[in-house]
């Protein structure tokens, strides 16, 4: 008898095997729909976002029409970005504006979108202690695209305010990474790639402080590059739009570098 029950248990096992793992068991199953949403609630103040994600798309999944449906959507996109998963914050911000553009919260997605990029693991510390490459700050880039829609789209927005100082900051720090890759083509004596680069940051931040320094790394390079028409040019640019610069004005301390590599001892 006892063989005969270690047979039928081994048998049993195999089968799992066989066929996977038993079903999760749903404990939302006669559920309604106020009792999910709370459920859902509740994980989220207890910051359990994976559970209260699962929660929401039970929710709009099993209950698809009506308003907790599309508060759970908008809450699925919040608890992404809340996780860190920028991309998948995106995807289901970009999900709820396509399937209600004129929701009275949709800014609010919008506004959504630019902060799971902003604040993407590493985005600061990538421009500021990675090392110097000519590396394109996508994540940037997009979330001042989410920022300025949001601001073009809904300029009464309660969210505007906040996205605009966050785009200001966005073009400067645009502006600086362009600055370091051309400090960087400067060191290895790539003149022309660094003039492309200040160039870049004269027309497209020409309200940036980063223009200062452009001007003067292109004076740099044209010098090295025995061009002294534009040298001349451009130093004139510099001495015209910032008169009180420090290094025209001698702020900028000499050592055993000429006149030209004074950009160096700044950094």
């Known amino acids: 008898m006892k063989r005969s029950l270690a047979f039928i248990a081994v048998l049993f096992l195999n089968g799992c095997a066989i066929f996977g793992a038993p079903t999760e068991i749903d404990e939302t199953k006669g ?10 609630e509740e994980r989220m103040r207890d910051r359990d976002y994976d559970k209260a994600i699962k929660y929401y798309q039970i929710l709009e999944s099993r209950f698809p029409h009506g308003r907790y449906a599309v508060q759970a959507e908008m809450e699925i996109a919040y608890g992404y970005y809340k996780k860190g998963e920028a991309a998948s914050a995106i995807a289901a911000a970009d ?3 396509k399937l209600h553009p004129h929701h009275p919260n949709v800014d609010y997605l919008y506004y959504l979108k630019g902060l799971a990029t902003f604040n993407e693991r590493g985005i600061v510390e990538k421009l500021t202690a990675q090392q110097i490459s000519d590396r394109d700050p996508k994540a940037l880039r997009e979330s001042f ?4 829609e949001l601001v073009t789209r809904y300029p009464e927005s309660k969210y505007a305010k906040d996205a605009t100082l966050r785009m200001s900051y966005l073009v400067n720090t645009l502006s600086a990474h362009e600055l370091h890759v051309a400090r960087y083509y400067m060191k ?3 003149y022309v790639a660094a003039l492309n680069r200040c160039k870049y940051v004269i027309e497209n931040y020409p309200d940036t402080p980063s223009v200062e320094e452009a001007l003067v790394i292109s004076v740099s390079a044209y010098d090295l590059l025995g ?7 451009t130093l004139r640019v510099l001495k015209t739009n910032y008169p009180q610069s420090r290094f025209i004005v001698g702020e900028v301390p000499e050592d055993k570098k000429v006149w030209w590599k004074f950009w160096e001892s700044l950094w």
């Open 145 to 148: 695209a989410s920022f300025k």
């Open 95 to 97: 999900r709820f504006i």
């Open 188 to 190: 290895r004596q790539a």
């Open 227 to 233: 061009m002294e028409d534009l040298k001349q040019d």
């Open 31 to 40: 559920w309604s729909v106020q009792q999910i949403n709370s459920a859902a």
